[in-house]
């Protein structure tokens, strides 16, 4: 296997990651200037909100999935519960005193953290679709559970009104989040909005970054990879499965908390199976074991409409054409799911990297090593490359994985 | 290893920084406005103040309208027709009469995936972006929940919701109105029904485990609670469960006289075909308004469905000889020839025709504020397959309170009795029929 190029901080580096730090901070107040007055506006810090809430929670499930090679249907469930105990908190405050933002969501966290823990025991003797069905089984049973009253068992009608703390079916009214006195006047509610969450954002992205690149991380992929070589080396698996899920669930409990205080409302059908699945083709689409990738994952969850709107306006609505392309409204709106689901189809067959493994094709550099190991990407390139390196291999060998696959590593990607 | 620890730290103190900052965050309580005067989002010095005859979405030749539909990635979007029936309306109104004063209406839809937090998305991108003028016809009781708050803030028009929620329509709020049957009324009505027919009876109810249906279960045993009618079993089911054999046989093993169904139509028309077809039992069935349409007698089968009883305010679509649903067939030919007439697009047409009726009665100039109050001068009105008329006013934001029960008959729906009112706002009519016409009191049927 070759030695990729390690990732040095070099200077430019390190310059353009100031400029674009620079760039999020002012995010908020640049339409007020001439030039970006055109296409910005308070929705766009809506969007920008939403999209640092989406970078959180992703970060999460790619530590788990990408990282780790868990993979997780459920992560949505995560999200709902960490929503649900900041909500709790900031309602109805911790033993009659009142919970501040930043506690509650912190606590979100911490809480989903050692559920996530937890739940990753019964996880760890489970894997590929067994896991994805156990986690799935998770985000299929938590919305009804939060709209839990009462249920019979063997006869009794018991009582967990679990309802009484989420506010049942009709979801859980926040009061309105508002900026501290001191900077009133500097800022309107949506600008203190995306604050709240962008600087959380920022300081986890950075710390899922440090993670991925220290001891811990490297024991996530090495359990990916191979996780009989890993226990070789002396990663205990357990525990290693699962702070991955912690990790994750950490992840999940801080964004959906924030989430639950951006929004001022919480309902247990805000995060159900569909959206669960969609983050997790989030993060397959931006591309896996990749904190760029994350980042991409997280601007298709926030742009997912536009982008369904831009495609459909692509096609033409040529007078001739009417009756064999959707040319009306009600046609695009009919076939909504049609123009969602067949560019995502076409983007994976042809980018199985996603979006990061496409930027690492044209700019030329080499995958990590952590991205070019076992994880197993094939997509027509892919399979072009072995079918090449099987016909080098010739009728004597056998197994093509043992010729050199420099080639083929870069075709992966 | 020291330099790694001393990394730690320092990434600690910083988030610990971080953390302190944010936390000067407060909130503000539920209900307390914001000063008088100042926006919800306030606008920086140099950026222009909107003039102040500018109304959002309304030109001299358009007005431009909104709602959020579940169009894709929920079963929920089976729904979505109900826009169609809409949009049809409206480019009807565009082509025949040029429009409501001048304006021809245009229509958009956005994608909520029947979920609450792309709702608020959706709704916001219609309001902010697109400067719709007003939503109508928003759909989802979940979904509404979300945004209701928001639109009250901002001032836009919340017309004609898709959502029976009782805290939509009461306390009134001035920019929103409902559309469908709410589920109080709609449990009132059900329940001296019930308790007309059924006395003494054992009842048995199974229910959709969301908001129309949890709320309707507890509304139901509250109204029965010093009745002679006994509840000896609650089922409930969420809306994703395809199979509700388990449901049905849990319910026939408690053996009540009745079944209440309080589902939509998919799952009251497997729990009606399963009972019949596969646990051979023959006990009615009593339907939601939501399920007295077509589609409930399609997927339970016709000669199970024998029998069932619920309530309607419009007439159905399998009413082919009535002039109302004949002109509804027609418009929907013509301008929507892809979708196919239902009771989901008489429900839309009937919220296009509200709409319609607002428009003009607010006149020639339209601003927000005269919308609202021409949809509550509304009187009297039938529209095109309206069973019973539509009344509103300033403390009446419920088109929907006069009820029709009806029977399946035959594999169709078959209105009997006289209509049962709960209007608040009494007018002189009391039913309607053909397209449009008002049948009133002194009236001979």
Known sequence: MTRSVTRTLTQRRVLALILLLLLVAVFPYLYTWPFFGAFLNPFRTFQATRFGLWLIILLGLQLLTGYSGQISLGHAALVAVGAYVAAVLMNDGFMGQDVPVAVAVLAAGLFTAALAFLLGAPALRLSGPYLAIATLALIIALPQMLKLESFSFAGQEIHANIARWTGGVEGLLLDRPRAPGSLEGMVTERQWLYYEVMVPAVIMTFMAWNITRSRIGRAFVAIRDTEVGAEQMGVNLALYKMTAFGLSGLYAGVGGGLFAYTEAFMSPDSFEVVKSITMLVAVVLGGMASIIGTVFGALFMAFQNEMVDAFSGLIPSVGFLEGYLPTTESDFQRLRGAFYSIPLIIFIIFAPGGVAGLIRQVGGAAPTWWQAGRLRVTGLAALAGQVRARWRAGPDRTDPVDQPQDSDEEKQA | ?445
């Open chain 2, 1 to 445: 290893m020291l330099a790694q620890l001393r990394r730690g730290f320092l990434l600690a103190a910083v988030v610990l920084a971080g953390l302190l900052i944010l936390s000067c965050g407060e909130e503000e309580e539920a209900g307390e406005t914001p000063a008088a005067g100042s926006p919800a989002v306030t606008e920086p010095a140099g950026a222009e103040t909107p003039v102040a005859e500018e109304v959002p979405g309304v030109t001299d030749t358009e007005i431009l309208l909104g709602a959020h539909f579940p169009l894709s990635q929920s079963p929920a979007s089976a729904y979505a027709v109900i826009a169609d029936g809409q949009r049809a309306y409206w480019d009807y109104i565009n082509e025949t009469e040029g429009g409501v004063y001048g304006r021809k209406i245009k229509f958009i839809v956005g994608d909520d995936h029947y979920n609450p937090a792309d709702t608020v998305e959706v709704v916001r991108k219609l309001v902010e972006q697109d400067k719709v003028f007003a939503i109508v016809g928003g759909l989802g009781d979940p979904c509404q929940l979300a945004v209701i708050d928001y639109l009250e803030e901002e001032g836009v028009p919340d017309l004609f919701l898709g959502g029976g929620v009782v805290k939509f329509t009461d306390p009134v709020v001035k920019t929103r109105i409902g559309m469908t049957l709410d589920y109080g009324t709609e449990v009132d009505a059900m329940a001296d029904y019930i308790k007309e027919n059924y006395s003494g009876k054992r009842m048995g109810i199974l229910y959709q485990s969301d908001t129309a249906g949890t709320t309707g279960m507890e509304m139901m045993t509250e109204a029965l609670k010093d009745s002679d009618i006994e509840i000896v079993s609650r089922q409930g089911y969420d809306f994703v469960e395809a199979d509700l054999t388990p449901h049905t046989q849990r319910l026939k093993n408690d053996n009540p006289d009745f079944v209440d169904l309080m589902a939509n139509p998919g799952a009251a028309g497997s729990v009606i075909k399963v009972a019949r077809e596969v646990l051979d039992w023959d006990v009615p069935f009593i339907l939601s308004a939501v399920s007295a349409n077509e589609f409930t007698i399609a997927l339970a089968g016709a000669a199970n469905a024998e029998g069932a009883v619920s309530a309607t305010s419009g007439k159905m679509i399998s009413e082919v000889d009535d002039a109302g649903v004949q002109r509804h067939i027609e418009i929907m030919k013509q301008y929507a020839p892809n979708v196919g007439p239902s009771s989901l697009t008489e429900y839309g047409m009937n919220i296009a025709e509200l709409t319609v009726q607002a428009l003009k009665n607010a006149g020639p100039n339209l601003t927000r504020e005269s919308l609202v109050e021409g949809a509550e001068a509304i009187r009297d009105y039938c529209c095109l397959t309206c069973a019973v008329p539509i009344n509103l006013s300033p403390t009446d934001h419920r088109p929907s309170e006069t009820v029709w029960f009806d029977r399946v008959e035959n594999g169709k729906w078959v209105r009997f009795g006289e209509p049962i009112s709960y209007e608040s706002t009494p007018g002189k009519v009391i039913a309607c029929k053909g397209a449009g016409e008002p049948v009133y009191a002194d009236e001979e049927e």
